[in-house]
């Protein structure tokens, strides 16, 4: 199983970025997919999940309105369009297998990717 998270970066407050993780090694459109984060000091949590149809997505009520979990399963790939980007949002984002909420994580940690909000 490979999980790779790629797209993070600098952005100001209000902007926005695409995160994208590419998967490998398990059938991609079987498996229910989620994004957690973890910022600095604090403790990892869960910003959204997705079954693997797509048909159905859970958010984390800080996000809710201003991220979207999406999923090609033709390509292999989970994304997570955030909008309105806020300081809070900082944090390494990672992508993971899980659960159809989201509670549950099969996969251990990856490298993530770093995401930061600042003027």
């Known amino acids: 199983v490979q999980l790779v998270e790629s797209g993070g970066g600098l952005v100001q407050p209000g902007g926005s970025l695409r995160l994208s993780c590419a998967a490998s090694?398990?059938?991609?459109?079987?498996?229910?997919m989620s994004w957690y984060r973890q910022a600095p000091g604090k403790e990892r949590e869960l910003v959204a999940a997705?079954?693997?149809?797509?048909?159905?997505?859970n958010y984390a009520d800080s996000v809710k309105g201003r991220f979207t979990i999406s999923r090609d399963n033709a390509k292999n790939t989970l994304y997570l369009q955030m909008n309105s980007l806020k300081p809070e949002d900082t944090a390494v984002y990672y992508c993971?297998?899980?659960?159809?909420?989201?509670?549950?994580?099969?996969?251990?940690w990856g490298q993530g990717t770093q995401v930061t909000v600042s003027s």
């Open positions: 997705i079954t693997s149809t797509g048909r159905t997505t």
């Open positions: 090694g398990f059938t991609f459109s079987s498996n229910h």
């Open positions: 993971v297998r899980s659960s159809s909420s989201g509670t549950i994580r099969f996969d251990p």
